[in-house]
């Protein structure tokens, strides 16, 4: 029996769309893909592009908005230094809350169980009531403790001391509230980056004599930052827009300076979205650095990270900053 080959690509050669050697019947069963119409997703564009025309219409010619106040106050030196120290704030709470993050982290991955429970006791503890609640708390500090002391504890003698509503002012109270509270949330989100890096990672730094405190800043948390950073960003940014809840204290940040404005003038939109304004400006410049950021510890960098973490490895290294 006769069996007739039909050709086809050799190894390595040209795809089918390529070959000028087709069949008749090969010619008679080529397809052309074509997209199916979807009416019902051009009507939700149409409909969603109407939407935001109406929507900047109306609130542009809106007379009750007030923009001549808005354009007025914008770039008011009461505004930019209730913007300053809204600024202010959220660069030192998150610093002390990364600070505070890491630490906590590191107690809840160690081996004694004491370091464990008073890990577990405060992100419990600052994660389980709300943030609000703790800055009136650190505000009225002086009710609980009207002396801060410092010297032998169980009624020694004291050292030095200060009268706590001179110590604990509304930008104090502030930020013990915001950073202490971030910091619980910090701790998780260091934790779950520590935990998603290989065990055989450390093992590996262990076995040419690196410390514990070696491993876990040249190996461990330069590969757990990939994990870490997303979260990091949207904290940063959540913590920009927290910041106004310090307005109940008086923290003269961007929301409490707008709320004496519109005390005086009535003008009660208006501030509202002069500070809304410049809220929504530094969330764009944070969420800008943070695409930056992830870029740069993204899995397409990783030769970069990879080359890093080697040199941290190699054992002259690792046996001078044990020597020191």
Known sequence: MNHQKIPGPALGGAPDADRTDKTPLEDDLSLQVTGRPRPGRWLAVLTAILFAVWLAYTVIVNPNLHWDIVAKYQFDGVILKGLGVTIQLTLVSMALGIAIGVVVAVMQLSDSPVLRLTAGAYTWFFRGTPLL???IFWFNLAL????????IPFDGPKLVSWQSNQVITGFVAALLGLSINEGAYMAEIVRAGIQSV?????????????SNRQ???????PQAMRVIIPPFGNQFISMLKTTSLVSVIAGADLMTVSQHLYLANFEVVALLLVASIWYLVLTTIASIGQH????????????????RILANLRPG???????A
């Open 198 to 210: 290989d065990p055989g990672q450390r093992e590996a730094g262990a076995s040419i004599g690196m």
């Open 133 to 135: 609640v703790q800055l």
């Open 317 to 323: 290294r690792a046996k001078k900053g044990a020597a």
């Open 144 to 151: 609980l403790f009207p002396v801060i002391s410092i010297g």
């Open 215 to 221: 491993i876990l800043s040249r190996i461990i948390l």
């Open 292 to 307: 930056a950021v992830e870029r740069r510890y993204s899995p397409g960098t990783a030769p970069v990270l990879r080359s």
